[in-house]
């Protein structure tokens, strides 16, 4: 070749115009990585486009974890048959593991010459050049891209150097995009399920199923492979006094086998969690509880799952061994879908509650209409029938009568049991409306008179001192004017407010003036001892009236 010919060969307008090209394709690479939304696909058409602009054999993107291992290697180039005889994909050492965010860009001509240099594992690619620039996102540093083995055999030149760290930075703010659209995405996915897990609990699931759906949708949105649930052992204790954790729920692993395992809340990453309710990631989960199942954890996260005395427990996510670990963006997503689960659950057991006592109002209330109504009416035709039975001279007819007033009187009995079985009892022992039941059936049973009784409010909720006054005072009450009023009609009327107040009236005599009144006094001296009244007038229109308060 002459020198014309040479000076043919680089003339000035070729050089400007190879330049244009190379600019071109660098816009043309820019717009191309710029275009998507998804975090992977994106890492991959920077790689792409990095291996064409500089015509590279091959290429590969390095995202940074902590401490500056790799947590994902997106590579071009090699393909899949020899990257599984490779083996692992790297993770930041020898000449990767060079921190080129510090040092600037990385441009070899011979890599087994770097100092850093370690050899290639078995079955790689011969690779002798290398190009290594950062690529920042968000104010640090995402990741390193990777360029080897031009296809023309040259080394990697300034002008390669200067056109990739262009894409770099193109591609910090691409891969800014995709991240935060990822984790927008994210964060829609985990509001869907926080709403179908208090869609479940409104429709009226049990606690159980809403669990079993709180840890299949945590596992599935952090792609994990394990997922439990601890709840404690020692339910109704303190905080501070459990021990133990008992697994309740567990996906993954064979719940059979595993559920009623028991986690010590010492020494545990689990108990660490229930005792501060710190959300924590850990490298590594070792849960001795898997052994014997063949399961071993990797990665994990923990995270408390409610804080109160009826819900407190813990929410435990894993991965398989060797699998990426979990980054911090999805440790607070797990941790606040686990806190409106709680939120969701102790909403929904509030609601089951006021469900069980509005079914127990609606007890009381058919157990004291059947009482003021059904009762009163069947007592009126027993009297009625005793009435009819005195002017009978048949004896056959009378003894039949007599029969009827028996099984009139076996259907009291029953209904009042019915009504006693209705009466909310949450204590377990014999509420005070029961007891003043019996009391006044006692003695009014075989009485001549209509009786009449009333009683209202939340009887139940009276202290059990005064509720023990208060039975001994319509024991006292009833019994007087059973026995001295001569009276036809008797009436009790018993309610429940900010006072307990039973008012006893009689259309009698009245009280004799030789009646012993040591009971009426004892009336008066309990009504002293609680901070109430007892007072005992005539009523209107003959009888006596007998009125005792206490202050509930």
Not at 288 to 311: C, D, E, H, I, N
Not at 507 to 524: C, E, F, Y
């Amino acid at each position: 070749m002459t020198v014309d010919d040479r000076q043919q060969a680089v003339r000035p307008e070729q050089i400007v115009g190879g330049y244009r090209e190379r600019m071109d394709a660098l816009v043309r690479a820019v717009l191309a990585v710029s275009s998507g939304l998804a975090l992977d696909a994106t890492l991959r058409q920077i790689v792409e486009a990095a291996v064409d602009l500089v015509d590279a054999r091959y290429g590969a993107l390095a995202v940074l974890g902590d401490a500056g291992a790799f947590e994902q290697f997106v590579h071009v180039g090699v393909d899949d048959p020899t990257g599984e005889r490779i083996g692992p994909l790297p993770t930041g050492h020898g000449v990767l593991g060079v921190p080129i965010e510090e040092l600037g860009p990385l441009r070899l001509s011979d890599l087994a010459q770097h100092a850093a240099s370690g050899g290639f594992p078995p079955h790689h690619p011969p690779m002798r050049t290398l190009l290594a620039v950062p690529i920042l996102a968000r104010g640090a540093v995402f990741g390193r891209l990777y360029l080897s083995e031009k296809t023309d055999g040259r080394d990697f030149t300034m002008d390669d150097e200067v056109i990739v760290r262009g894409l770099a930075a193109a591609a910090g703010s691409a891969v800014d995009n995709a991240y935060l659209y990822e984790q927008g995405q994210r964060r829609e996915r985990w509001l869907e399920a926080t709403g179908e897990v208090t869609t479940e609990l409104l429709a009226g699931s049990d606690t159980q199923n809403a669990l079993q759906l709180i840890a299949s949708r945590a596992q599935e949105l952090t792609a994990s492979d394990y997922t439990l649930i601890a709840l404690p052992r020692q339910r109704e204790a303190a905080p501070w006094e459990i021990t133990e954790l008992a697994v309740v729920v567990c996906i993954g692993m064979g719940g059979d086998s595993i559920t009623g395992r028991v986690i010590p809340v010492a020494g545990s990453t689990t108990g660490a969690v229930f005792t501060d309710h710190v959300p924590r990631s850990v490298d590594r989960f070792a849960f001795y509880l898997a052994r014997g199942l063949g399961v071993q954890f990797g990665p994990a996260m923990a995270m408390s799952l409610g804080t109160g005395k009826s819900l407190a427990g813990v929410l435990v996510t894993a991965r398989a061994p060797g699998s990426p670990p979990y980054d911090q963006h999805a440790l607070k997503l797990v941790a606040t879908f686990a806190d409106h689960a709680a939120l969701a659950l102790r909403d929904a057991e509030n609601e089951w509650a006021k469900r069980e006592l509005r079914v127990l109002a609606d007890r009381d209330r058919i157990a004291r209409d059947m009482h003021d109504q059904v009762l009163q009416q069947l007592y009126g035709i027993g009297m009625a029938m005793q009435s009819t039975q005195q002017r009978i001279q048949a004896p056959e007819v009378a003894a039949r009568i007599t029969d009827h007033m028996n099984q009139l009187q076996q259907i009291i009995i029953d209904i009042r049991s019915a009504i006693y079985d209705l009466s909310p009892d949450p204590a377990g022992a014999a509420p005070l409306r029961a007891s003043l039941h019996t009391v006044m059936t006692e003695l009014t049973a075989d009485a001549p008179l209509s009786t009449t009784v009333r009683m209202s409010g939340q009887l139940d909720r009276v202290p059990p001192q005064i509720a023990r006054h208060a039975e001994a005072v319509v024991r006292e009450a009833v019994s007087n004017a059973v026995r001295h009023a001569r009276a036809a009609e008797l009436v009790i009327t018993i309610t429940v407010g900010d006072d307990l107040v039973i008012d006893v009236r009689d259309d009698g005599v009245g009280i004799p003036d030789t009646v012993t009144r040591s009971g009426l006094n004892n009336m008066q001296v309990r009504a002293q001892q609680v901070g109430g009244t007892c007072t005992i007038t005539r009523a209107d229109g003959g009888g006596t009236r007998v009125t005792w308060t206490a202050p509930v």
